[in-house]
């Protein structure tokens, strides 16, 4: 069946411009999580979905980033007045069910350049 | 707070060798889930394998196993007859009951495995 899908792949911004990045995640995925991967680091943790409800927003660096699920399938990550220092591959992951220890299955990524 | 370390940044081995990528994890909590995912080029990060802290038994995946310790904190994983196509940057995550849903990463390892 089709996997996480993330677009657009590639974005290109130039500093102070506002962002939209789009989660499409498996079908009846009840959880979906947001991480910003810094070039040759792990993933960080941004935000989480349990359906619509977002659960945990600790993650999100600054008031910039604002995320939102309102049907409780396709999520949007948004950027708004995008720094440099936002340049990194943001990734989605969705999970089937809500319980602990349940693997999370990741997207390809967007790559977003702040120029 | 909870931490992952993989003291390992770069490993190049040759085909047919086995290798072992180190993983050292911190949490307070009594119940946990540990995992292993690989990122190839493509950048979709691809979950490999998971135990939770109940069960310590180590085990063999065809050319997979894993090494679970707790009174090391560590998880290793061990690629026997490494192939080429095993290339890739190898990440330890660590997901727990008291710190939500999201995974903590490590900063990977990244594994080169020379024909």
């Known amino acids: 069946g089709a996997g996480v899908s993330q677009s657009p792949r590639y974005k290109v911004a130039k500093r102070g411009q506002d962002v939209a990045l789009r989660c499409d995640p498996i079908s009846g995925h009840v959880s979906l999580f947001w991480y910003q991967q810094a070039l040759g680091q792990g993933p960080e943790f941004l935000t989480y979905f349990q359906n619509e409800a977002q659960l945990d927003k600790s993650g999100l660096p600054s008031d910039r980033f604002f995320a939102e699920r309102p049907e409780g399938s396709v999520s949007t990550l948004k950027i708004q007045r995008t720094q440099q220092e936002d340049s990194a591959v943001y990734l989605c992951?969705?999970?089937?069910?809500?319980?602990?220890?349940?693997?999370?299955?990741f997207g390809p990524g967007t790559r977003l350049t702040v120029l | 707070a909870q931490k992952v370390t993989q003291a390992q940044t770069e490993i190049s081995v040759v085909e047919k060798e086995d290798v072992t990528l180190d993983c050292v994890y911190e949490t307070r909590d009594t119940t946990y889930y540990l995992f292993w995912y690989k990122q190839p080029p493509s950048g979709e990060l691809v979950f490999l394998i998971r135990?939770?802290?109940?069960?310590?038994q180590n085990e063999i995946s065809g050319r997979y196993s894993w090494n679970f310790q707790k009174s090391t904190s560590s998880f290793n994983f061990t690629i026997t007859a490494s192939q080429v196509v095993d290339s890739a940057v190898y990440f330890c995550?660590?997901?727990?009951?008291?710190?939500?849903?999201?995974?903590?990463f490590g900063p990977g390892t990244r594994l080169s495995v020379l024909p």
């Open positions: 135990r939770n802290s109940f069960d310590e």
């Open positions: 995550a660590l997901t727990s009951h008291n710190y939500g849903q999201n995974f903590v």
């Open positions: 992951a969705s999970s089937l069910n809500v319980p602990l220890g349940n693997e999370q299955f």
